[in-house]
């Protein structure tokens, strides 16, 4: 009954309290309610079920944690193979630092309290004498504290501001569990109708302090929100370092390796151009399935591999029409040929209508026959020619002294047409 | 166009914010080319082109200074020059939305700031002799809006809409095609080819149409 890939333990995002029982039946692959409820049997076993529970939501991290670490160590940009290495490396080391430092204080916090709940738990074995009347009210005042303490971590960070609702009920229910605490403690030594009257002279005595502090707690927040905005500020400066470097600083050390080859140069900066263009602007908005961004894609690829100049103007944009891959494939076939066999700048222009998709790849070359090539090479008539009426296209070579162009053509929407060969 | 030097010598200006461009591109120019004057900024950029009032300035599309308008706020500040001083605009990219302001502000064309020293200088010529100097990818833009999907109905004015003609040399253009080889696709003279892309720039610089004003807004240009 192994599950072929286990989910990460990772706390729950829909919780109860911390959402270590959802986390943990996901990772178990068994209905969560059995969870809470093998929970509250261990809790009725002298309360080794709040013990255990306690202990996973320390050293288990939520879901945000686990997602914001992943979205920390990926970036979304392609990149070389070394290069990805290297980052994932760095990545890896951030991770383990952040979720370290994110999650210290709760460690020290909850352990030393388990700490001291495990010894007295030992005490009371061994036979010493332990109110359990006043450690399980502190115990519910600690949790309630933490309830609502967690909660405030939680809206900082800006996870859960729509899901409002609960966190107010988490809020009441931790306010509860510390004024009920309180109130146990108290009633031991103290009258119940003084206690009313004291939570009377309580409650003005906090709206007097909450009136005279509330200018400073405003001040206090809004200092927060500005350091934490220029903190913002900064990381996102190491991120544009982070990325100069290895982008545009590797691309000119290279360059300055090989300023002997001016081809080279050229290519290498019209490259680097494009990528960091890219990486500041981003696509126009353009799918990642859509044609253009397919040859394009090509096209910076053999760009790499030959160290050539190839343009591409695309007017309209197509995507998921029949034959699109054929087509994406013949381009890079062409292209190839251009880049391979001719000199100088490869123009490439894609044109999408309603009724078709064409692709031109126009070199520079001293051009050729189509008939002098050998049978036995099936670059052209095969890979491009082949290709494109298989799918359903037509392709057509024109050739001068001047340079040759390669026009493919790949109608759209129509309907059933055969392919005949 | 100014007469009292036609014996195939122009007077350009210089405008970049980058000295080591602008002294790289000095080197470069062909021996026809005088600079007559350079600046690396709006301000001085405006003073320097009307006071020497060149054949042609090349002008860089981002420069500092100004309201931040770059090089279309000098070409607007430029606007009485217009019809005797040339603009060639010059970009680090060949992308557009870098350029078609500057198109639309007056520039009769634009060359990416990493094409030859000669091929500069031929653009120079050609804009100083009134043509229009498209890169396929200008033509690519001017043919995604003015493309063909657009209903009869929509179209208002005669500036509106691109003459089977000009989108056939546009398409050629886009495709990689010099103004010869296009003569040559499509039996035509080069001064032909030169007349078609006058147009399709006036009406790139003067329409409205929707589809136009659509395209630049959703890249954010205009």
Known sequence: ?421 | MSTENTAQSYRVVLVDDHAIFRSGLKADLASDMHIVGEAGNVEEAIAVITETKPDVVLLDVHLPGGRAGGGAEVLKNCAQLLGSTKFLALSVSDAAQDVVTVIRAGARGYVTKSISGEEISDAVRRVAAGDAVFSPRLAGFVLDAFGSSTAVSDIDEELDLLSDRELQVMRLIARGYSYKEVATELFISVKTVESHVSNVLRKLQLSNRHELTRWAVDRKIL
């Open chain 1, 1 to 421: 009954m192994e599950s072929p890939e286990r989910s990460l333990l990772v706390r729950s995002e829909q919780r109860m309290i911390a959402g270590v029982s959802g986390g943990l039946a996901a990772h178990l692959g068994i209905p969560q309610n059995y969870v809470r409820l093998g929970f509250i049997a261990l809790t009725a076993l002298g309360g080794v079920g709040i013990l255990l529970y306690a202990w996973l939501w320390v050293f288990v991290p939520s879901a945000e944690e686990a997602q914001a670490d992943e979205a920390r160590s990926w970036g979304t940009r392609t990149r070389s193979l070394a290069e990805e290495m290297n980052r994932v490396q760095q990545g890896f080391m951030r991770t383990r630092e952040g979720w370290e430092k994110n999650s210290s204080w709760r460690e020290l916090l909850i352990g030393a309290g388990l700490l001291v709940l495990a010894v007295l738990a030992l005490g009371q074995w061994a036979g010493w004498n332990i109110r359990w009347d006043l450690i399980w009210p502190s115990l519910g005042i600690i949790a309630g504290i933490l309830l609502a303490w967690l909660q405030l971590d939680e809206q900082v960070t800006g996870a859960g501001r729509k899901k409002s609702a609960p966190l107010l009920i988490r809020l009441g229910l931790g306010l509860l569990l510390v004024i009920g605490g309180l109130l146990t403690i108290l009633s031991g030594s103290v009258g119940v109708a003084d206690l009313l009257g004291g939570m009377w002279a309580a409650l003005a005595i906090l709206v007097g302090a909450v009136v005279v502090l509330l200018p400073w707690g405003t001040r206090l927040w809004r200092d927060f929100l500005a350091e934490r905005s220029s903190r913002q500020a900064a990381a996102q400066r190491a991120e544009f370092a982070a990325h100069l470097h290895d982008s545009v600083l590797q691309t000119l050390a290279v360059i300055q390796k090989r300023s002997d080859d001016p081809a080279a140069v050229r290519t290498l900066a019209r490259i680097q151009e494009r990528e960091l263009r890219q990486w500041l602007y981003g696509n126009q908005d353009l799918d990642d399935e859509d044609v253009v961004v397919e040859v394009q894609h090509e096209a910076n690829d053999i760009e790499q591999l030959l160290l050539r100049d190839v343009e591409v103007i695309a007017v309209g944009n197509a995507q998921g029409f029949e034959g699109q891959q054929a087509l994406v494939a013949a381009s890079r076939e062409a292209m190839m040929n251009a880049a391979k066999h001719a000199p100088g700048k490869i123009s490439v222009y894609i044109e999408c209508t309603e009724h078709a998709v064409e692709v031109f790849v126009r070199d520079r070359g001293e051009g050729f026959e189509l008939d002098a090539i050998p049978e036995d090479r099936h670059g052209v008539r095969e890979s491009i020619i082949g290709r494109m009426q298989r799918a359903g296209g037509s392709a057509e070579i024109r050739s001068s002294e001047t340079g040759t162009e390669i026009q493919l053509s790949m109608p759209r929407n129509t309907t059933q047409e055969e392919p005949q060969s």
